[in-house]
């Protein structure tokens, strides 16, 4: 398997301000993840694919200029919520692809994000 | 368009009372089929990666199985520790990229 932490666990912010996500692979490498959105009750949505050294790659309907994805090095990838609005409150999930079997997918704790 | 979806939404289900999830998806090129157990407040956890029709993958009281429309996921006997959400997710594009289902949610009592 491969682990994947995410810092902060939860987060709550004023409507207007910008929030930081980081995702970590820990003890592998990681040149691509991706970010997953879930809101209560619904399933993961993928958001973007984050490229190290590279632009992220956005899914249809989400906003590159509010959702700024940073991936500065193999382990580390950053998701910023830029002036934050009550409905982008959600949990946010990042993932990473296994170091032995890269088809898999392996999934950070989460991070919980409240715009008040 | 590309679809994934679970029932029943919800399960609940004595201890040691075996039962079926089902995941139908309707994807163009298929990759591969996962199954993920998501507790509450955390990220999903992997179980198992079904490739191919008529491929079958078990861990502990799990059996997971696959057909070209549909995949199953068997709980046998379970126990009050397997009450978490399960989730099934295509992978089309890229092995990355995965369209997940809205999940069943289980409930074991003992």
């Known amino acids: 398997g491969a682990v994947v932490s995410q810092h902060p666990s939860w987060v709550i912010c004023k409507s207007g301000t910008s929030v930081k996500i980081e995702c970590r692979s820990l003890?592998?490498?990681?040149?691509?993840m991706f970010w997953y959105r879930q809101f209560p009750k619904q399933s993961l949505m993928l958001m973007a694919t984050?490229?190290?050294?590279?632009?992220?790659?956005?899914e249809q309907g989400v906003e590159k200029d509010k959702f700024l994805i940073n991936h500065a090095s193999l382990t580390l990838s950053t998701l910023t919520v830029t002036s934050a609005h009550p409905e982008d409150s959600s949990f946010y999930i990042c993932?990473?692809?296994?170091?032995?079997?890269?088809?898999?997918?392996?999934f950070g704790p989460g991070t919980r994000l409240l715009v008040l | 368009e590309d679809q994934v979806t679970q029932s029943p939404e919800a399960l609940r289900l004595q201890e040691g009372e075996s039962s079926s999830l089902n995941c139908s998806y309707t994807?163009?090129?298929?990759?591969?089929l996962f199954w993920y157990r998501q507790d509450p407040g955390k990220g999903p956890e992997f179980l198992f990666t079904?490739?191919?029709a008529g491929e079958e993958k078990e861990k502990e009281r799990l059996k997971a199985t696959l057909t070209k429309k549909e995949s199953f996921l068997h709980i046998t006997a379970p126990k009050p520790e397997d009450s978490a959400t399960y989730l099934c997710a295509a992978a089309t594009d890229s092995w990355g990229k995965l369209q997940f289902g809205a999940g069943t949610q289980v409930v074991v009592t003992p």
């Open positions: 003890d592998f490498q990681a040149t691509t």
């Open positions: 079904l490739y191919s």
């Open positions: 994807v163009s090129g298929l990759r591969g």
């Open positions: 993932s990473a692809p296994g170091t032995t079997n890269q088809e898999t997918q392996y």
């Open positions: 984050s490229n190290e050294g590279s632009k992220a790659t956005y």
